[in-house]
């Protein structure tokens, strides 16, 4: 068993062994003295033949008890741990973080069942340390290793089931990294394993859930439809027999005509409906049942953003090309003061925040039929195909940054650069009057790239509706950003980058403030694997076997090497001492 | 003969000029001699008269009491010896141990001991042990004369008797210089040694090394006689047990001259000239 050291540059200390034995072996050789007779030197002459080797031993005792204390001495400074057996283990106890554990059976969740076994556990048989994981859609230790039924309830208190999943996989091999392949693993959870034959004798299984029937709302969307709002509710039986159930719409304060929908076992069925772009929210609630989490959705309006754009072109034609474009796209705002786009024909800045456009038309006169190299990765270019189309264009080369979206040959026909203060320059070479292009579906496509990229870049949220554990992406304006979540709980981000990434722990409707600027989003709960509950079971699989009571546990030893080594110079101290005459 | 020792012979006889050899009663025999002996002799010294017994000298008849009394009566004449010292050195090389006084000291104490023999009008002979016991060369002769005087035997004292012993006169005073550090049993060398003597003396010449145990740490001691070599690890309970060992053979010495009647002292080799009043402690040398 080779002990683990903490500091194993000790070891060179180690060194002193064979400096010791030197200084032995020049100091106590055997010096040559002639005596006039070994007549009185007799009973060494005895001893040497009956038990000589006792008073030879005298030396080497001395000799190997330095050499013994100093090599144990150095041990004990290397810090050395051994692995132990030890009779108990360390618990690691998985909870399943899943919204599916706030089922209510009986008047007690899933989550309150196995609550309630932990403590029975506790109060019977207590493990040395525990440690709580929890398995969300991530998984995570929840707090330090502790020791008493106090402090894990204190952490249960953490366990509030609001995930829209329960990695329990990568939670069991946290644990076992976490518990170094020896503790002893607790699942509690709402159904079955994967597999009833659990293989690993440190890993059971517990599952607190109850087959019920449940009413759920598994998909909600609301899109922007013109001066609508296009609302989708999605809602499912998932039971084994059909039911009816009423399905209860309000649009701010005002409620509007609900459904009643009889579906069958483990049917779904889908309400559309339009409403006006009112700004109002709108919430979906279903009858209360056993998992009350997925029967109301609150869905915000869309985010509606539009670019304002400034055509200065000097050429009538073409800005009147340009209007209608844009106008066809509808993602040009109303307004074009301050603009966030300005199509021009000239290479000249455009102000602080304007991405600026240059249409290139003057001299081109190269009427291309293809082939077009499209980058369809390209934000500008996506969609496009350019089938038969006739593109007339100058005979330009690819200016120095700028990443070519279409091209014809090494002739760049749309492109695009990025300065040093974020803008984008781009420059379609083009000239309608000797191409189709125009003439084309691909024509809008371009513009509606162009706006669709630009309007992505401005700052605040680019959905308002997202699903529970999903990830809300945030366009800052580099302010600091502060986001007030559903329970009200504040969370601030002094310094942002370009985007902020926001997890939805919870559902419901959160609060994103940058400067000036406010925006909502809201989380619901759809999730329609978590929400059918005719899976769920309840029982134990796998049990810890009798190997299990016996680990292997890192333990300091320095101490062990210290005393000895200590104890070694006290008996070499009494030697000495007592060689030397006791005291005399 | 290394020049160091005859260096010594010389030191020993200018030391031993300030000292005579104490001769016991009891050695009062020997030669004709210019001290008086115990029986009766030649000399002009009358001692007593006796009834003359066929075979007297006739020279000796008082024949004065004879023309008074009629009777055979002999004057006798105190008779008139010359003592002996037979000087016994241990010509082993534990004698000569390298970096000590101790072959120094031996010739030194050997030159000193004959000088004050030679004092107290005694004749002198001196015995190296080695492969056997032998004379020196010109041992009669003052000691600067003495010639091969080496100690270099791999053999002990005891050994050298057994090979050859020496032939010591009756009634002389034996003296025997040895460090005593072999095994074996004193009280047979003694016996051997005091048979006949009219006194013996040991004197037991250590250097300051044999009463000192080396410091404390790995030894590799070798004999320096038999060449054999032991490693050893000297600590506080080695050096106690090395200085009992050589409590207990000085002990088992001493033990076997009070047996024998013999008299030991034990000098260090480095602090010889000091150690000079030990000898006339057991009455072997006095002033001159």
């Given amino acids: 068993m080779i002990p683990f050291l903490t500091y194993p540059l000790a070891l060179i200390a180690l060194a002193s062994l064979p400096a010791l034995a030197a200084i032995y072996i020049l100091r106590n050789r055997f010096r040559r003295r002639m005596v006039s007779s070994l007549v009185l030197w007799h009973f060494q002459v005895q001893s040497k033949a009956g038990g000589a080797k006792v008073h030879r031993l005298q030396l080497p005792l001395l000799f190997f008890l330095e050499l013994l204390a100093l090599a144990l001495l150095v041990m004990a400074a290397a810090g050395p741990h051994w692995k132990l057996p ?110 009833d034959r659990i293989t690993n004798p440190r890993l059971e299984w517990r599952a607190f859930g109850t087959r019920l029937d449940n009413f759920a709302i598994v998909n909600a969307s609301r899109t922007a ?124 800045a455009a102000g602080s925040n304007a991405w600026s456009l240059r249409w290139v038309s003057a001299g081109a006169t190269n009427a291309f039929t293809g082939p077009f190299v499209v980058d369809t990765s390209h934000p500008l270019a996506a969609g496009v195909a350019l089938p038969g189309v006739i593109w007339a264009g100058a005979s330009l080369t690819n200016a120095p940054g700028d990443v070519p979206a279409i091209l014809a040959g090494n002739t760049p026909l749309f492109s695009a650069r990025e300065d040093a203060l974020g803008r984008r320059h781009l420059t379609l070479n083009f000239n309608p009057a000797l191409s189709t292009l125009q003439n084309t579906p691909d024509w809008p496509i371009l513009f509606w790239n162009l706006l669709s990229w630009r309007s992505a870049e401005l700052p605040g949220l680019r959905e308002s509706n997202v699903r529970l554990g999903a990830e809300v992406v945030v366009k800052t304006t580099g302010e600091p950003v502060t986001v007030t979540e559903p329970d009200g709980t504040v969370r601030s981000f002094p310094k942002a980058a370009d985007e902020l990434a926001l997890e939805t722990p919870q559902t419901g409707v959160y609060q994103v403030t940058m400067g000036a600027l406010t925006n909502h989003f809201s989380v619901n709960a759809l999730t329609a694997e978590k929400s059918d509950l005719t899976g769920c079971a309840s029982g134990h699989w796998g049990a810890w076997g009798e190997a299990a009571d016996q680990r292997l546990v890192e333990t300091p030893a320095t101490w062990v090497f210290g005393l000895l080594g200590l104890g070694l110079l006290v008996v070499h101290l009494f030697l000495l001492y007592a060689g030397k005459g006791g005291g005399r | ?173 034996r003296v025997l210089v040895s460090d005593l550090l072999w095994p074996g049993n004193p009280a047979a060398t003694l016996r051997r040694l005091r048979d006949g003597a009219a006194a013996l003396f040991v004197i037991q010449l250590l250097a300051r090394e044999d009463v000192t145990p080396p410091e404390h740490g790995n030894i590799r001691v070798a004999d320096s006689e038999t060449g054999e070599e032991s490693e050893i690890y000297i600590d506080s309970a080695v050096a106690k047990q090395y200085a009992d060992n050589l409590a207990q053979l000085q002990q088992a010495w001493d033990d076997g001259c009070r047996q024998c009647g013999a008299r030991l002292t034990t000098l260090i080799a480095e602090d010889l000239a000091a150690s000079l009043p030990a000898l006339q402690a057991v009455q072997l040398l006095t002033p001159a």
């Fill in chain 1, 86 to 195: 030890q009779s108990a283990r360390p618990l690691m106890i998985i909870l399943d973080d899943s919204f599916s554990m706030r089922a209510v059976s009986d008047g007690v969740s899933a989550q309150g069942r196995a609550q309630a076994f932990l403590e029975k556990m506790y109060r019977q048989s207590p493990p040395p340390v525990t440690r709580l994981i929890l398995a969300g859609t991530e998984t995570h230790a929840l707090g330090s290793p502790v020791k008493s039924w106090a402090q894990v309830a204190e952490l249960l208190r953490q366990w509030r089931c609001p995930a829209p999943g329960a990695e329990l996989d990568a939670a069991i091999t946290l644990a076992a990294e976490l518990g170094k392949q020896q503790a002893n693993i607790l699942v509690l959870t709402d159904h079955r394993p994967a597999d």
């Fill in chain 1, 225 to 348: 439809l013109g001066d609508q709002d296009r609302c989708l509710i999605e809602v499912a039986n998932f039971s084994d027999h059909a039911r009816s159930v009423e399905v209860k719409v309000r649009a701010g304060t005002n409620a509007l005509p609900g459904s009643s929908l009889t579906l069958a076992a483990q049917e779904s069925q889908r309400l559309v409906f339009n409403l006006p772009a009112n700004g109002q929210p709108l919430r979906v609630a279903l009858p209360g049942d056993a998992l009350t989490v997925d029967d109301q959705v609150e869905l915000l309006p869309p985010v509606r953003r539009r670019v304002r754009v400034q055509v200065a072109l000097a050429d009538a034609d073409l800005a009147a090309l340009a209007d209608r474009t844009l106008a066809a796209t509808g993602l040009r705002a109303a307004l074009s003061d301050n603009p966030e786009l300005v199509i021009h024909e000239t290479d000249t």
């Fill in chain 2, 1 to 173: 003969m290394d020049p160091a020792l005859r260096t010594a012979l010389r030191d020993g006889e200018q030391l031993g000029v300030r000292y005579a050899l104490q001769i016991p009663q009891v050695a009062a025999g020997g030669w004709t001699g210019s001290r008086s002996g115990r029986r009766s002799g030649s000399s002009i010294d009358f001692q007593d008269y006796r009834e003359y017994q066929p075979g007297d000298d006739l020279r000796f008849i008082d024949w004065g009491i004879y023309s008074r009394s009629d009777r055979l009566v002999v004057k006798l004449f105190r008779e008139e010896v010359t003592p002996h010292l037979d000087l016994i050195l241990d010509g082993s090389a534990s004698m000569n141990l390298p970096g000590t006084a101790k072959a120094g000291a031996v010739a030194q104490l050997a030159a000193l001991l004959a000088t004050a023999a030679a004092n107290a009008q005694c004749t002198q002979a001196v015995w190296l042990t080695g492969e056997g016991c032998q004379r020196l060369p010109n041992d009669t002769l003052p000691p600067s004369a003495w010639d091969k005087l080496e100690l270099d035997s791999r053999r002990t004292p005891e050994q050298a008797y057994d090979i050859l012993p020496p032939r010591l006169r009756r009634l002389g005073v």
